[in-house]
């Protein structure tokens, strides 16, 4: 557009400012011709430049003594540097200004020369005036963005606390919540899921276990077996939970189902709904396996605790009957990040890991063996 105008108008140097109100500023887009010009160059306006610069009924030429009428001296460029000004205007409302510098040989600008100006400029002030929504659009979303951001960040403290607040009742279960959120997440994170995905698996873990809030204390204390009746009402954390959650506006819709279903199993033997593993989605196994995992490598009232390599052949052992495949699998991938050292943040607390990288590689050896039926493939 600019060099269409420059050759309509048969100038030498032009610029394409765009106007914006908060503040009153007038901002180059593009420029062409002249030998040093700030980029963007811009130029702030008082009320009056703007009252001016919108009552003008076409291209000004601009002399000593109507600069200051229209533009201020208060940019990063000179308004001397402008020997045209056009306006440009939607629906009476200024949208930008294009700016001539000088002709070829200083000439000055003709009738004819303004007349293409003017022609041109008002499309050039709905392009300018597109562009200048655009950029405010593109702004109110990057905002947006930040804010939900801010907000993710507000949820996740909440949780914690939550998932803290949630483990309270006995010495044994103390971080529980917060070691299955952080086991999902890394999970989620080896299967290569988004990062709202991973946010709602890191959430779901956190929150998997709110229904305990309403079971006996003296349950989690208990050093023998539950009897049938302690057991159903263990087992009811998963539904009283689900109530809990479900009138909770989550940003993760999947947050209800994974707190009713994570003692599901594949085979359908878990609870509370025996329903089987290709029943459930994939998030609700993950938090399914990160909850046994962390059960396992916790001491209870009723037995020591398993170590790492010992838990995972156990898992192993129940896969793919019971748990997940693909998700014992990135549990692996992420315990053999740990004993490279190569996770930034370890995904187990230093004291539990007790593997070599070989070990870990022995045990993904075993999983791929065992989900081949015993086959081994030749490439
Ligand atoms: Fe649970």
Request: aromatic share 6%.
């Amino acid at each position: 557009m600019l060099t269409a105008i420059i050759e309509a108008a048969g100038a030498r140097e032009a610029v394409l400012f765009s106007f914006g109100e908060r503040p009153s500023l007038l901002t180059s887009v593009d420029a062409q011709g002249f030998a040093l010009l700030p980029e963007p160059a811009s130029i702030p306006l008082l009320p009056r430049h703007v009252h001016t610069l919108t009552a003008a009924a076409g291209p000004v030429l601009l002399n000593s003594s109507t600069y200051d009428v229209f533009l201020s001296s208060n940019g990063n460029v000179a308004p001397e540097l402008f020997k045209c000004i056009c306006p440009l205007k939607v629906r009476g409302k200024l949208a930008g200004v294009v700016a001539l510098g000088r002709r070829p040989g200083d000439a000055v600008y003709e009738e004819d020369a303004l007349d293409a100006l003017q022609l041109l400029g008002n499309y050039v002030a709905l392009a300018i005036q597109n562009h200048t929504l655009s950029q405010t659009l593109a702004q109110r979303v990057s905002e947006n963005l930040r804010l939900l951001a801010s907000l993710h960040g507000f949820y996740d403290n909440a949780l914690e606390a939550f998932a803290s607040a949630i483990d309270v009742k006995h010495v044994n279960i103390h971080g529980h919540s917060l070691r299955v959120g952080r086991y999902s997440q890394a999970i989620g994170e080896a299967l290569g899921m988004d990062a709202n995905d991973v946010s709602s698996l890191r959430s779901a873990g956190y929150l998997h276990d709110i229904g305990k809030v309403a079971v006996d204390r003296r349950l989690f204390e208990k050093p023998s077996s539950l009897d049938p009746q302690e057991l159903r009402e263990m087992k009811d954390h998963t539904v009283v939970g689900h109530q809990i959650v479900s009138h909770v506006q989550f940003p993760w819709p999947q947050i209800p189902e994974i707190v009713r279903w994570h003692h599901e199993r594949g085979d359908g033997s878990g609870y509370p709904d025996g329903i089987r593993g290709d029943e459930t989605p994939l998030a609700v196994r993950i938090v399914g396996l990160a909850d046994a995992f962390d059960a396992m490598t916790s001491e209870r009232p009723y037995r020591e605790r398993l170590t790492v390599g010992s838990t995972l052949q156990e898992l192993i052992r129940l896969t793919p009957q019971k748990f997940d495949a693909d998700a014992v699998h990135a549990l692996l991938i992420q315990i053999r990040r740990d004993a490279v050292g190569s996770n930034p943040i370890p995904v187990l607390e230093p004291d539990l890991l007790d593997l070599s990288p070989t070990g870990v590689d022995e045990l993904a050896a075993t999983l791929q063996h065992k989900l081949s039926h015993g086959r081994t493939y030749l490439t």
